[in-house]
Structures are given as C-alpha cells and as structure tokens.
C-alpha cells in the first residue's frame, strides 16, 4: 500500500532536485503549473516518467503523458495513487 | 503588391472578413477583428509616443494577442521585438537596453519578473490582460484598446526597406545579438513560401515555434498572406506529444512547419498512425539536422504530404530547401539542405576565397532581398558577418557568410557539413557557446570555464561544461547551473557541469577541447548527474 504524503514527498523532492534548482528556481509549490515556466522540458517530461515508473512500480503508458496528469506535484501524485491501486 | 507586411493583412482581411485569422488556447479572432484591433493598437502605441523606427518589445506566452500586438506596432510605423517569455530578467533586460525599447507590450505577470532597473527604462507597458489592474498606475490594460479608431490605421510612410522586426540570437561574447530584419527582407521569403508551398484560404497552419524564433514568420505571415487560419501551439501543449497529435488531428492541421526535435518527439512519444496525421499536407522543418532514420518513419506517418527540408540562419531566413523526394528515402544516406530558394543566391567560398567548385568545401554565403543589414548597435559585428560582395565588379553589394561549411555533391544539392565556428543547435536553438562560458565565468568562484557540446540524436546537442574554480570545494554544479539561470535561457544552461582545478592547455597555452571533449565521461546519457 503506497502511502499519499510519502508519494509527494518524494515526487516534490524529485521535481525540485532534478529540474527547479537547475533552472534556478528553489520552491516548488504542489499546485504551481510545471511547464509554465520551463521548469520541465519537453526531454524532462519523459525523464520524469521514467522516475516514476521505476520509483512507484507503476505503468504510465504513452497516452496518459499528458498535461492534466503531470501539471503539478498534486496532479503526478493523484495519477500515481490511482495507478498504485491498480 | 504587398511591400509591407501589414499589407497582407488589410488584403486578407478585405477578402475574408469573417475568416478565423488566429487561433490560441481556445480563443480566436477572425481577419476583420484582427484588422480592427491592430488598428487600435497601433493609435495606442502612437499615443504613447511610438514613431517609425521605435523599437516594442514583446514580452508574454503566445496568444491571439501576440499577433494584434506584432500588426499593432507595423501599423504604428514601429519595429517589433519579440522577447522570449521564459528568459531569464537578466537577459530581457539587457535586450530592452540594447535596443532602446520604452514601450513593452506584456502582462501582469511576466511584468512582475523585470528587474527594477529595466522598469526604469519602459515609459509605459501595455498589459494583455484583460482586466484592469487596478492600483497600479503605469500598466495600460487592453481595454484601453476600445477607445481607439478600429476602422482604420494612422498615417505612416514605410518603405520596404524600413525595419519591420528584430529577433535576438545568441550571441558568442556574452551577450545576445538582435538580427534586424526589413519588411522586404520577411517578404521575399513570404512570397517564395506562398509560391512554393502554394498556401490557400483553406489552409490550417500550425505554428510550433517561438515567436521569437524565425520559423514563426512563415506560420503567421503566410498565413495572413493566404487568408489562412494560424493555430498557435502553446509552450505547454508542446511538451506532450500524444496531445499535441490529438491537436493536430483534431484542428485538421494541413500545414506544418517546426524543428526536427519537435517532430521525432511526436514519432517516439505519440503513437501515431497515418489515420492521425491524415489532414497534413506538407510538412516543413528547419534549424537543425534530422536524422534520416526519423525522416524515414515520418515518411511512413504521412504518406500522401509533401516534405520539406528548409535551412537558413536567421539572419537570411530560409535560404536554400531541399523537397524530400521520397523515392532517394531508402538509399540517401544524408539529408541535403538542397537549393537556393527564389530570389536568393547561395553560393560556397573556400578558404581562400574563390567559388567552392562541386565537391570542394566552402562556407556558405548568401546575396539577396532577404539578407539581414546586421546586427542591432553592433557595427562590428555586422562588418564582419555581411561582407562586400567580391565576386560582384561593378556595384557595391553585401553578402552575409553563414560559418555554415558546405559542399554540393553531385545531385547539384548543397550538403551541411558543419560550423566554422562554435555555434551549436540543440532542439532548434542557435546557442552560442561562448555565451555560456562568459555566464559561466561571471561567477566571481570560476578561474575558467569550457563549454562543450555532446552530440545526441533526438535533441541535436546537449551541453557539457567543465570548469575550473579557484576554490576546491567551494562550489557545486548546482550552484553554476543556478547561477547561469540568471544570465541564459533555460535551454543555454549545461545539463553536466564537471569541475576540476585546471582545465587542459594545448602548447600554446589554449584550452585543449580535442582533449576535454574525449574526457567526456560517457558519451552516456546525460540524465547521469
């Protein structure tokens, strides 16, 4: 059973450390919109995946790449939890 | 004839007035608001003092503003400047300096990021917003628009050579270099477009690119040109490749034009089926090399659309094109850059100075109505890059060298064989490394700093740098990347950053890069940290 705030934890450490910081950018809010300012980039968005994927153990196929579920720290944590459940 | 841009849209939006004209993020205007709200900007802008020749920044994400405020300012007599609106303030402000810009179109959020000494430069900025903004004072929001004559623009005398725009590329002592492009120099490019790729009214062009990027000019002025309609693809929809697929089968997109990078995304990323790609007709890509093996499976997606291989530096526009033939798909090994386009004469110059014969090396100069005069308040540089014309006897002429190394084979196509110098593309971008070493270097820990470029086949380039600080351990290359986020786009920052205390000198006391380019600790993917 995946527990909720461990997830964000560390999706939001992982967003910050990979990506935030080397842009020049330190915090991260759950709800700040990701490709708004370049935070992640369009190679980022499948790095991220892959972090996911070999993080959490889940499958994010292709077709949920999408900005709905990757906008935010909250939107990646709900579609991790729901692919957990599975 | 059109002889300024604005022309193409008066024509336009005489024929087609309920038309769409541009489409962003949900919202559209058709060709007479279009018209009506470009006239209005333009008595704003005049009201705010903007005269012939006085540069506007523009500084905000794509929208339907975007592109009322770039007719605005022509209407207006003045010269556009779009600013990339991730940039970092440093820079932008160094760009509103350069070119002496008092007047920036923006919004209330990206007016939040200038720094107050750039503040200090603007007289006014107009906000896209449109809501007003209430307590403060000196951002003009676009209602203000509506108190403005909509049905005609105000008297201005331009000619085809006066400026219509300038775009800002990187440049290789630490500073970006602004190209300033005449409205005849983005019409002999627009004409050839629209005869060559024969845009109609019935066209759907998207438009992938930046504005700030020269590939925007055929999505927005051919269409203006044909009575088309633009859809304008925002930084966001870019990144995901299954959408952005769904977008263009969805907008039944007939026309599409963006670097190669943006395309292998799609074919890696977003399952696509010829069924997806169905209403496209041509494709045309441009600013840097696409691996055959992509072109290839591209083929395969689009089977009935013409592609096209379009090259040129921003300071010519596209230059010379080469119309993918598809059956030497199988057999070409490389891609050519192919021919001059119309109206434009691209010709090599070897090393010392004579026409590069079939076959032999030379760098790539081009002659023309399209060509740049130079770069903005940079007369060195100019001189330097648009050179008289030797091989013309008779008059006095100017030709612009590439630094592009080319040699046309025997299929009479010019082939890219590489740089004179240490520019670099990676995703399309034209980066300077120099650039990035001066930001780097800047930083009072850093004794010395060489950039490097990794080669990668997606994205064209990744940028490595090794640096020696003065210092050990008193920096990590988190803090360079940091630091380098202030003074370059996100895309200029080193993804690798390896320090050391000296880098390796040639005998002549040089920084060796053969050597630090074989150190390279991997060829490996660069997501190792």
Redesign the interface.
């Known amino acids: 059973m995946i527990e909720s705030a461990a997830v964000k934890d560390q999706i939001r450490e992982y967003v910050i450390e990979e990506f935030a910081?080397?842009?020049?950018?330190n915090q991260v809010t759950d709800q700040e919109?990701l490709?708004?300012?370049?935070i992640?980039?369009?190679?980022g968005?499948?790095?991220l995946v892959a972090f996911l994927e070999e993080t959490f153990n889940v499958r994010i196929g292709?077709?949920e790449?999408?900005?709905d579920n990757?906008?935010s720290i909250d939107a990646i944590e709900k579609l991790v939890i729901s692919k957990a459940k599975k | 004839m059109a002889y300024v841009l604005q022309q193409l849209l008066s024509k336009s939006a005489k024929a087609y007035p309920e038309k769409i004209a541009v489409w962003a993020r949900g919202r559209s205007v058709t060709y007479r608001e279009l018209d009506e709200r470009s006239n209005q900007m333009a008595h704003l802008l005049r009201k705010q003092g903007i005269t012939k020749g006085d540069r506007v920044g523009l500084f905000f994400p794509k929208c339907v503003e975007s592109v009322v405020s770039m007719l605005g300012v022509l209407k207006a007599g003045g010269v556009y400047v779009p600013l990339d609106p991730q940039a970092p303030a440093d820079r932008v402000g160094y760009i509103i300096g350069n070119c002496g810009i008092r007047v920036l179109i923006t919004n209330h959020e990206k007016r939040e990021v200038l720094t107050p000494e750039t503040l200090e430069l603007l007289e006014s900025c107009i906000s896209t917003d449109q809501a007003e903004n209430g307590k403060d004072g000196k951002l003009i929001p676009w209602s203000m628009l509506a108190e403005f004559p909509a049905d005609h623009a105000p008297e201005v005398s331009l000619i085809e050579t006066d400026l219509a725009y300038i775009l800002y590329t990187s440049g290789s002592t630490g500073r970006p270099k602004g190209v300033m492009l005449s409205h005849q120099n983005a019409l002999t490019f627009v004409e050839w477009c629209a005869e060559e790729f024969q845009v109609r009214s019935e066209d759907r062009l998207s438009n992938h690119a930046p504005l700030h990027f020269d590939l925007s000019v055929f999505d927005v002025y051919n269409t203006l040109e044909a009575g088309a309609t633009v859809y304008l693809i925002t930084e966001e929809l870019a990144l995901f490749p299954t959408s952005l697929a769904n977008f263009i089968e969805t907008q039944g997109i007939t026309i599409w034009y963006s670097v190669p990078s943006a395309l292998m995304l799609l074919l890696l990323h977003a399952h696509l089926t010829p069924e997806k790609l169905k209403s496209v007709r041509t494709i045309l890509f441009a600013g840097e090399v696409f691996p055959m093996k992509y072109l290839r499976q591209l083929a395969e997606m689009a089977p009935a659309a013409e592609l096209y291989n379009l090259y040129g530096p921003t300071e010519t526009n596209v230059c010379t094109y080469y119309k993918v033939e598809r059956e030497r798909l199988a057999s070409l090994e490389k891609l050519p850059i192919g021919i001059a386009c119309a109206n434009t004469d691209a010709f090599a110059v070897t090393d010392d100075g004579r026409r590069a014969a079939q076959g032999e090396t030379g760098e790539l100069c081009v002659r023309g109505p399209a060509v740049t005069y130079g770069y903005w308040a940079d007369p060195e540089k100019t001189q330097k890059m648009c050179v008289p014309n030797r091989f013309e006897q008779n008059f006095e002429e100017k030709m612009y060298r590439t630094g592009d190394l080319v040699t046309m084979a025997e299929d009479g196509n010019f082939y890219f064989l590489g740089r004179r110098d240490s520019m670099i593309k990676s995703r399309g971008y034209r980066i300077e490394l120099g650039e990035i070493e001066s930001a780097l270097l800047s930083h009072p820990g850093v004794r010395e700093a060489a950039v490097l470029a990794v080669p990668d086949e997606i994205v064209g380039n990744r940028i490595r740098a090794v640096v020696a600080i003065h210092v050990p351990d008193s920096l990590k290359p988190i803090d360079l990347q940091q630091h380098c986020s202030t003074r370059v786009p996100k895309y200029m920052i080193p993804e690798v950053i390896e320090l050391c205390v000296e880098l390796p000198k040639t005998s002549t006391g040089k920084i060796d890069r053969v050597k630090l380019a074989a150190k390279d600790p991997a060829k490996e993917p660069v997501s190792v940290r």
């Open positions: 910081k080397t842009k020049g950018i919109v490709t708004k300012n370049g992640i980039d369009s190679m968005i499948f790095r292709d077709e790449i999408t900005h990757l906008e």
